[in-house]
């Protein structure tokens, strides 16, 4: 069976914008499937992500989430775990606060499978069949 478009040119024309951005970024499948955690860079993706929230900082919330997409599980626990640190926050919080919409969705679910992918896909199984 062959298709008239590639996957990438059928999201492209049917989504935007960031939540547009980051699916290509998903599909390009570039995440470190590693498990490591660059301690390095926690604290920096960290704090572009609570930057992102502050429309004078410049900094675009794709730039920001991005890294949700590339980055192993454990990395992306990590930056979380460091985000709510420096913010004081519950992340959970703060995406229903700062973000929205299908971007939003797309976060919380790159979060969820990376906290825990069989359960992720089990859960969304699940509600697919109800």
């Known amino acids: 069976m062959t298709f008239q478009k590639s996957l990438e ?3 492209s024309a049917d989504t ?3 939540f547009r951005r980051l ?3 998903i599909l390009q ?3 470190d499937e ?3 955690v660059n301690a390095l860079h926690v604290a920096t993706h960290a704090s572009q992500i609570l930057k992102s929230f502050d429309k004078k900082s410049g900094v675009e919330k794709f730039d920001a989430f991005k890294i949700f997409a590339t980055a192993s599980g454990a990395h992306v626990q990590k930056v979380i775990e460091e985000v709510e640190r420096q913010s004081g926050k519950e ?3 703060l995406a229903d606060k700062e973000l929205s919409g299908d971007f939003k969705n797309l976060v919380l679910a790159l979060i969820e499978t990376s906290k825990n992918r069989p359960r992720f896909l089990a859960n969304a199984i699940h509600t697919a069949t109800k």
Do not use: H, N
């Open 29 to 31: 499948a570039k995440r």
């Open 9 to 11: 040119d059928a999201i």
């Open 34 to 36: 590693s498990g490591t």
């Open 16 to 18: 935007s914008g960031d």
């Open 91 to 93: 992340f959970g919080k």
């Open 23 to 25: 699916l290509i970024v």
